[in-house]
């Protein structure tokens, strides 16, 4: 399944953007779906995840309570809502796919988790 990743900008603090991630070469109800994030030099951060039941999620410590993760299968499309949007929220989105299945939803915290990986989409947060 390839991923593409888009609706990144330039916002201010405060502000709010939805990312979308559309899948192509494949249907997405059989993977449960994240996003991560990173900038030139840092760490790659789990953002968030949503399990291929749609019936759990996920989020980084860094941005629960403002970010939501939602899909719809029909339109084999998964989104991120970003509310609250602070410059420390600045780097590229990823979104990811996975076929792994896991009792605990916290393995997927882990890249490693992650079979599928598409170009990311440039979230800049001004001060």
């Known amino acids: 399944v390839q991923l593409q990743a888009f609706g990144g900008g330039l916002v201010q603090t405060g502000d709010s953007l939805r990312l979308s991630c559309a899948a192509s070469?494949?249907?997405?109800?059989?993977?449960?779906m994240g996003w991560f994030r990173q900038l030139p030099g840092k760490e790659r951060e789990f953002v968030a995840y949503v399990r291929w039941s749609g019936g759990s999620t996920l989020y980084g410590d860094a941005v629960k309570g403002r970010f939501t993760i939602s899909r719809d299968n029909a339109k084999n499309t998964v989104y991120l809502q970003m509310n609250s949007l602070k410059p420390e929220d600045t780097a590229v989105y990823y979104c990811?796919?996975?076929?792994?299945?896991?009792?605990?939803?916290?393995?997927?915290?882990?890249?490693?988790?992650?079979?599928?990986w598409g170009q990311g989409t440039l979230v800049t947060v001004s001060s």
């Open positions: 990811t796919a996975s076929a792994q299945y896991y009792n605990s939803d916290h393995y997927y915290r882990a890249g490693s988790a992650w079979n599928y």
């Open positions: 070469g494949g249907t997405i109800g059989g993977y449960s």
